[in-house]
T-cell receptor, first 114, second 116 residues
Framework: AQKVTQAQTEISVVEKEDVTLDCVYETRDTTYYLFWYKQPPSGELVFLIRRNSFDEQNEISGRYSWNFQKSTSSFNFTITASQVVDSAVYFCALRPVQGGKLIFGQGTELSVKP | EPEVTQTPSHQVTQMGQEVILRCVPISNHLYFYWYRQILGQKVEFLVSFYNNEISEKSEIFDDQFSVERPDGSNFTLKIRSTKLEDSAMYFC??????????????FGPGTRLTVT
């Protein structure tokens, strides 16, 4: 079965703290894609990153960084120096090699307080 | 920048009524998707569509649901006889291809469907 687990339902931090959102996935495919999406209170889904299964390099984009570890089937997302505007629900998703559907995790609601 | 659009943004309907949710995918995209998000829950795949036919569908996508590309631009999701549990946000998405380097699924802003 293919599955994405985001064990953290809610996280609350104070502005400027670093925060890591966990994502663990299950798949038997050797090739697959992993994604993170942000869903702000307005409701739309904002694409953040795509990672191929054969590329385990970590990625940094401004205050955002992603740690992909195939050995532990994890694809964690860290926000450095969090800001109030980071408050949103964050979804991790898996795309199997066959077909185009995205399999989403349950989401982590991040609340950044001033 | 091109974007996926969806109309209406909010639809209220009575149980048993038919609804049609509309989407305009990005113009050069060939693959289209519908997802559903019940309030407070995760986003769930409903159906994918390519070359005027369904490529894949989930267990949620039963006989009450249908999809259509009635012209060169619109992509619609029809729910024949709505139930209370159909209340959700419905997202349309499109991509150039389903896989490979060109894969990027762009989501529309969603239609919030409320069934009373």
């Amino acid at each position: 079965a293919q599955k994405v687990t985001q064990a953290q339902t809610e996280i609350s931090v104070v502005e400027k703290e670093d925060v890591t959102l966990d994502c663990v996935y299950e798949t038997r495919d050797t090739t697959y894609y992993l994604f993170w999406y942000k869903q702000p209170p307005s409701g739309e889904l904002v694409f953040l990153i795509r990672r191929n299964s054969f590329d385990e390099q970590n990625e940094i984009s401004g205050r955002y960084s992603w740690n992909f570890q195939k050995s532990t089937s994890s694809f964690n997302f860290t926000i450095t120096a969090s800001q109030v505007v980071d408050s949103a629900v964050y979804f991790c998703a898996l795309r199997p090699v066959q077909g185009g559907k995205l399999i989403f995790g349950q989401g982590t609601e991040l609340s950044v307080k001033p | 920048e091109p974007e996926v659009t969806q109309t209406p943004s909010h639809q209220v309907t009575q149980m048993g009524q038919e609804v049609i949710l509309r989407c305009v995918p990005i113009s050069n995209h060939l693959y289209f998707y519908w997802y559903r998000q019940i309030l407070g829950q995760k986003v769930e795949f409903l159906v994918s569509f390519y070359n005027n036919e369904i490529s894949e569908k989930s267990e949620i996508f039963d006989d009450q649901f249908s999809v259509e590309r009635p012209d060169g631009s619109n992509f619609t999701l029809k729910i024949r006889s709505t139930k209370l549990e159909d209340s959700a946000m419905y997202f349309c998405a499109s991509s150039e291809t389903p896989q490979g380097a060109l894969y990027e699924q762009y989501f529309g802003p969603g239609t919030r469907l409320t069934v009373t």
